[in-house]
């Protein structure tokens, strides 16, 4: 199977290079990593310690069997566009914050469908990327239920990561939604590793986020009760992470906090208080960058 990964950063480099001894995967993303991978081929540390050798450019090829998206959320447009132009026979979003699916439906005839990844991953340095977490892959029909296409995808995946097929994946996605909010911002801001939320001063901070993301998620029709004690688990499995916005905040790049607290505060119908601060204080770092 051709499978495009577009949005080679840490995480797309990981997925891709779990699939690439069994499919035919071509890695998108920037230079000078995809140039190393292009002459080196891609070298995986961490949990697992191999050497693959994916295609890897800066454009995508022409009709892969499927696109997984893993392009940071404000970068979904231009992924759309991107991917629109080479007609991907599926397409997945593994990404974080929500709407991803519904950017990429727009430019794409293909099913787009909905996944959450849980690996955790970290880019060493060009051609390399560190497994810091074996985590889980969860894909499934964006609206829910099951589908041809979702099976199909499913056993793709299976062949590298653990992998299930879900019917429940817009539920999933507000669970994903409620860690992130909890986790993401909080550690970015306090610049503490994800292993702080668990306990200690950052920790009521970043439970109440989840917590007031699940209430969000129960007025628009879907329980994720367990969102604060799965924030708590996630933070103590990945402790020694540092959480994707805190690697953006780090680098002085544009954070996805639009997608993750801030999709919060714009669906809630009630003041959520610690969302609508986290935001406010990470937009007020992006602007001090230039970045908005
Ligand atoms: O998804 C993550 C992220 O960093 O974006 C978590 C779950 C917080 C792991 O670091």
């Not at 949990?47 to 997984?68: C, E, H, K, M």
């Not at 367990?226 to 992470?241: G, H, I, L, P």
Request: proline share 6%; hydrophobic share 40%; with cysteine.
């Amino acid at each position: 199977m051709d499978v495009c990964v577009f949005g080679a950063g840490s995480l797309g480099s990981l997925v891709g290079g779990l699939l690439a001894d069994d499919h035919d995967v071509h890695l998108v993303g920037r230079e000078p990593h995809v140039g190393v991978v292009r002459e080196e081929g891609l070298r995986l540390t961490g949990a697992f310690d191999r050497q693959v050798y994916p295609a890897a450019s800066t454009t995508p090829p022409a009709d892969p069997d499927l696109a997984l998206v893993t392009v940071k959320s404000f970068d979904t447009p231009q992924a759309a566009r991107a991917l629109g132009a080479v007609s991907p026979g599926t397409a997945v979003s593994l990404q974080n914050g929500m709407g991803n699916e519904a950017t990429l439906a727009t430019r794409l005839d293909a099913p787009v469908l909905a996944g959450t990844c849980t690996y955790g991953a970290r880019l060493s340095e060009p051609g390399v990327v560190e497994c810091t977490g074996v985590g889980e892959v969860a894909v499934g029909p964006r609206t829910g239920g099951h589908s041809g296409p979702a099976d199909r995808v499913g056993d793709v995946l299976a062949a590298g990561l653990a992998t299930t097929v879900a019917g429940d994946m817009p539920r999933r996605l507000w669970g994903k939604l409620a860690v992130n909010a909890g986790i993401n911002a909080v550690t970015a801001l306090a610049r503490v590793p994800n292993g702080a939320v668990v306990d200690g001063p950052a920790s009521g901070v970043a439970t109440d986020a989840a917590a007031e993301t699940a209430q969000v998620a129960a007025n628009v029709g879907f329980e994720i009760d367990e969102a604060v004690d799965r924030t708590r688990e996630v933070a103590a499995a990945t402790a020694e992470n540092t959480a994707s916005m805190h690697q953006d905040i780090r680098a002085g790049r544009p954070t996805e906090i639009d997608a993750i607290n801030g999709y919060v505060v714009e669906t809630a119908d009630r003041p959520v208080p610690v969302n609508t601060t986290l935001t406010g204080l990470v937009r007020a770092w992006e602007r001090g960058q230039g970045h908005r």
